[in-house]
T-cell receptor, first 109, second 112 residues
Framework: GENVEQHPSTLSVQEGDSAVIKCTYSDSASNYFPWYKQELGKGPQLIIDIRSNVGEKKDQRIAVTLNKTAKHFSLHITETQPEDSAVYFC????????FGAGTRLTVKP | DGGITQSPKYLFRKEGQNVTLSCEQNLNHDAMYWYRQDPGQGLRLIYYSQIVNDFQKGDIAEGYSVSREKKESFPLTVTSAQKNPTAFYLCASETGMNTEAFFGQGTRLTVV
């Protein structure tokens, strides 16, 4: 089955700086790659997603890039704010949906 | 309002007892998932179902069972065979067509 690896496990940035989280996946048939944000004690919520026929997607301060050849995708958050502090998960979907281990992002004011 | 609902939010179980976690969705989604999340850990797939009356094991199915008799419902039973059941359990649903998965608010199960 699919195996998704995510790095780093923790990330601390200063408010206004950029944050980058990287994921790799193993199943070349995976074709949908969402990113989720989870706040304490709640279920994850989708923040952005990308499909395999697209290399990059942007939504305001958030962007995702996908390299299908290398089987990796990344989340980029620019101009970080304290409310961006949360745990972020990447996922890859083929027949089922597998998640990375998560990145705890802390944005220091 | 459409959504996915897990109940209860908190659940306590004595060792040796089976317990069932509820997951209901009114989004008309075909696919439903159960994940387990341990403190500081990622989401590990327990079971998933792409369609009514069909489900598949995920990575950590041992000690768990599910049913999918109705499209809206995907209950998870944690059996006494699950050696370390204390965890946060998340249910999710999606259309099955590579679209957004919606998560419930989770059930925190504690074995006492």
């Amino acid at each position: 089955g699919e195996n998704v690896e995510q790095h780093p496990s923790t990330l601390s940035v200063q408010e206004g700086d950029s944050a980058v989280i990287k994921c790799t996946y193993s199943d070349s048939a995976s074709n949908y790659f969402p990113w989720y944000k989870q706040e304490l004690g709640k279920g994850p919520q989708l923040i952005i997603d990308i499909r395999s026929n697209v290399g990059e997607k942007k939504d305001q301060r958030i962007a995702v890039t996908l390299n299908k050849t290398a089987k990796h995708f990344s989340l980029h958050i620019t101009e970080t704010q304290p409310e961006d502090s949360a745990v972020y998960f990447c996922a890859a979907r083929n027949n089922d949906m597998r998640f990375g281990a998560g990145t705890r992002l802390t944005v220091k004011p | 309002d459409g959504g996915i609902t897990q109940s209860p939010k908190y659940l306590f179980r004595k060792e040796g007892q089976n317990v069932t976690l509820s997951c209901e969705q009114n989004l008309n989604h075909d696919a439903m998932y159960w994940y387990r999340q341990d403190p500081g850990q990622g989401l590990r797939l327990i079971y998933y179902s792409q369609i009514v009356n069909d489900f598949q094991k995920g990575d950590i199915a041992e000690g768990y069972s599910v049913s999918r008799e109705k499209k809206e419902s995907f209950p998870l039973t944690v059996t006494s065979a699950q050696k370390n059941p204390t965890a946060f359990y998340l249910c999710a649903s999606e259309t099955g067509m590579n679209t957004e998965a919606f998560f419930g608010q989770g059930t925190r199960l504690t074995v006492v």
